[in-house]
């Protein structure tokens, strides 16, 4: 989408420049109606006034912003520095923003596109739904990583996004956990709000179930909470000592990321209980943790470098016109471990 300009908000509502600047400045010397129509025209059609002459005159910012939405997640921690690789090698300075779990990542980017004259976004992690006309006024091409889906009704052409297909290697991993003869098997899922990712897992595990014959429990399928970060060891561990004292049977625990499973072995080793002797315990993400925790996690392990690696790629050649949007699915990989 082309970024509109102060002179085409003037020529919309048939004013000056100048009057275009004193709406948005406040300025008391404009006509009350006047005003109102120029802002509703600002608002319509996404226009993001700069902060100062210094900033309307930056137009050679080679600024590429990250917005990384779960920052605690190890996930991350490579893939940002493979980022930061990529953008410098390309000449380009990154803009790093921690977008907490209560923030809008879409309203944070447009802030920083007005702050830094950004020319690229990659939205890291997150829930990431969003009403379209809101997707539509960022003004630069934006690139979901590691989140493969976005509002239905927004045009797949409007965007690129790089991911594991997760409804599907979730249901590999409920397949799994059946197949070595788990039938009450309970989930560490997203919170209900989050209907991204976790929404794709969960659809993936009752998947696995409905074909095997296994009724959903709907008692063994633990949310975070709202208020929460999800995808922490925390949130792991909490719901999982409330699966505990719920006194609910099952016999695997599956959490839908490596750091909630670590979290959740906490709680059961408090519990009294051991790994696999009394739980099977799987995770998703394939953190290298994951590998040198006792016992060693069964996980779905995401090719997290690789994701890395690709979302630059594509987010360049979508900015030169070399490519259009594209949407990569990569394969991911079961890690059979000593957890199950």
């Known amino acids: 989408m082309e970024e509109i300009t102060i002179k085409d908000i003037a020529r919309i509502c048939h004013v000056g420049v100048s009057t275009v600047s004193r709406a948005i400045n406040n300025h008391p010397d404009i006509n009350p109606e006047t005003k109102q129509k120029i802002l509703q025209v600002i608002e319509k059609y996404g226009y993001i006034p700069n902060n100062s002459a210094r900033n309307l005159k930056r137009t050679d910012a080679r600024c590429i912003a990250v917005m990384v939405k779960g920052v605690d997640n190890p996930l991350f921690l490579d893939m940002i520095r493979i980022l930061e690789d990529g953008i410098r090698h390309k000449k380009y300075a ?3 923003r921690h977008v907490e779990h209560y923030e809008d990542e879409v309203d944070v980017a447009m802030e920083l596109v007005k702050e830094k004259r950004l020319r690229g976004i990659i939205f890291l992690g997150g829930y990431f739904y969003h009403a379209k006309e809101k997707l539509e006024k960022l003004p630069v091409p934006f690139v979901l990583s590691t989140v493969g889906c976005a509002p239905h009704n927004l045009s797949r052409d409007m965007y690129s996004s790089i991911s594991v297909d997760d409804e599907k290697e979730s249901y590999r991993m409920t397949e799994y956990l059946i197949g070595k003869g788990h039938r009450k098997i309970a989930v560490l899922a997203a919170s209900q709000s989050d209907v991204s990712v976790g ?11 409905q074909e ?42 599956y959490a839908f990321a490596d750091v909630m499973a670590i979290g959740a072995a906490r709680a059961l080793y408090e519990a009294g209980k051991n790994i696999p002797e009394d739980y099977a315990l799987a995770g998703f993400d394939g953190l290298k943790m994951s590998g040198y925790f006792i016992p060693a996690l069964t996980t779905i392990r995401q090719p997290a470098e690789k994701i890395a690696r690709e979302t630059i790629n594509l987010l360049f050649k979508v900015m030169s016109g070399e490519k259009e949007h594209q949407h990569l699915i990569l394969e991911a990989e079961l890690l059979e471990r000593e957890s199950v």
């Open 94 to 96: 990154m803009v790093l």
């Open 199 to 209: 929404k794709l897992r969960l659809d993936g595990y009752c998947r696995a179930l």
């Open 212 to 253: 095997n014959g296994i009724p959903y429990d709907e008692g063994l399928v633990c949310l975070m909470r709202e208020d929460e970060d999800g995808y922490t060891m925390e949130s792991g561990y909490n719901r999982t000592k409330e699966l505990l004292n719920s006194g609910k049977e099952f016999t695997a625990l």
